[in-house]
Structures are given as C-alpha cells and as structure tokens.
C-alpha cells in the first residue's frame, strides 16, 4: 500500500484527480469506479477543468459508481445519481449509457444488487476504483459489521452515518436509511484501489485501516489485503498515525 501524505484538501484532490485522468488516457477499456461525498468532489472538479482545456476526453470511459440510496428518485437533489450529474457527469463528454449506477428508484433490492453485480463481472470489472472513507471505516456503504459481505447488497445505514450525512439534508429524518453498495469483494476485484481521506474526523478510521487488525468492523481494514492501493491524506486526516 503507498500512502502520500499531502498538505490539505486541494492538494489531496489535485493527485488523485492526476492519478485518475492517468487511467482515463491509458485505459478506456476497464471501467473506472467512481464514488460520491465530499471527499472526491474535488478530484472531480479538476478532471471537469481539464476536460475544458482540452486535456481529457471522456467519450470512450465507462464507469460504476460504488453506492446508492435506496428509494431515492433521480431527480432527487441527494441522490447519488444527482451527486454525479452535477459533479461530474454534466460537465464532460462522456456518454450517459457508459455511466452506471445503483438504481435507486427501484424497491426490489435483490434483483437490483444481482443485476448490479452482474453488469460489473459481466463487463470486465473495474480496472480503478476510488473511494472515500466513511467517519466509522465504511468504504462505498460497508458498515462495520460481524462479517464481510462479498457482493452488492442492500445495507441498512449505522446511525453513525445517518447522522455524518444528515449535513447534506434538510433533516436528519430525511436521510435514507438504506442504501445499494458495491460489496467488500466487489471491490477488492478492482485492479487499483485509490482512497482518499480528508480531515480530522477521518484520523480515526484512516489509522485504524492502516495500522489496525483486518476485521469486518472497519471495513476499509480489508485493502491491506488487496495488492495495489493507492492512499492520499492530508496532514488531519493522518494526525493520529
Ligand atoms: O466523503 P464523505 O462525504 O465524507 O463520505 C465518506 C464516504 O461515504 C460515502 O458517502 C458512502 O458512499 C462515500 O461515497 C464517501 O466517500
């Protein structure tokens, strides 16, 4: 695993958007994995700066987003659908048929996450996938747990999330309590991870991904395992490594 250690915000999301635009040039065939929050919104809006200097194009990327709310329509500015849209899809040349996501929309959580994780396999998986990491050691919607669960499924939120997310909604009620998620082996079939981690209320989870025992209890612990990751964290977010 690398690990670079960089100032601040900005510059967490200047490298991850250089190590992204990277895959988009060399590797158009493997889809790229994409995630939502405030963690990459920032890669997100130098790779829309670069595509309007004419420096990356996006007609031939395919990608799969790693989460979404479930009963959450399109529309819905807090969809994760809505996230990408205004992030990044709304602003670059790619496809909308290359772009996929959970279908929030849809009620039946067994066929959605079979069909979701069907799509991935049946596609040639993903060859980078990025992630943020959640205050209680999530990555995509994994909350800690007893076990590991391999595949997309249907997760009910910790209060610890509904409470971190509730920020971008106008009440904590509001927030959806489940969620379609990529599973734990979803993504370590990935070829490269990419995490990024920003902040003080990260610090906690980020060490104990590092440096603490692989258990199902901090999700993010299992990319130890995994033979490719990339981590960038700025200086609060590895204050108590
Ligand atoms: O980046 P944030 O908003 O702190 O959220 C942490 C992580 O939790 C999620 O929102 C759950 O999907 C990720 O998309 C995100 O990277």
């Known amino acids: 695993m690398r690990v670079y250690r960089v100032k601040d915000y900005d510059e967490m999301s200047k490298k991850a958007a250089t190590i992204l635009a990277a895959q988009i040039v060399s590797g158009p065939e493997k889809a790229l994995g994409l995630a939502t929050g405030s963690t990459p919104a920032g890669a997100y809006r130098y790779l829309c700066k670069w595509y309007q200097e004419g420096i990356l194009d996006f007609s031939e990327i395919r990608t799969m987003n790693l989460d979404e709310y479930r009963g959450?329509?399109?529309?819905?500015?807090?969809?994760?659908?809505?996230?990408?849209?205004?992030?990044?899809?709304?602003?670059?040349?790619?496809?909308?048929?290359?772009?996929?996501?959970?279908?929030?929309?849809?009620?039946?959580?067994?066929?959605?996450?079979?069909?979701?994780?069907?799509?991935?396999?049946?596609?040639?998986?993903?060859?980078?996938?990025?992630l943020g990491l959640g205050r209680n050691g999530h990555i995509g919607f994994n909350e800690p747990s007893d076990s590991f669960i391999k595949e997309c499924h249907c997760v009910s939120l910790a209060l610890s999330t509904i409470e971190a997310n509730k920020r971008f909604f106008e009440n904590a009620e509001d927030v959806p309590r489940q969620a379609y998620t990529m599973g734990i082996g979803t993504i370590m079939s990935a070829e490269k991870i990419l995490l990024l981690a920003s902040g003080e209320e990260k610090a906690d989870a980020l060490s104990r991904m590092l440096g603490g025992p692989i258990t199902p209890r901090v999700p993010a612990s299992i990319l130890q395992l995994h033979r490719d990751v990339t981590v960038i964290a700025d200086e609060a977010a590895l204050s108590k490594i």
């Open 72 to 130: 959450i329509s399109r529309e819905d500015s807090q969809s994760y659908y809505y996230f990408m849209k205004e992030n990044l899809f709304g602003h670059v040349n790619i496809k909308e048929e290359n772009t996929f996501i959970p279908d929030g929309e849809r009620e039946d959580a067994d066929a959605v996450c079979r069909e979701y994780e069907a799509l991935i396999q049946s596609t040639g998986g993903v060859g980078l996938q990025l």
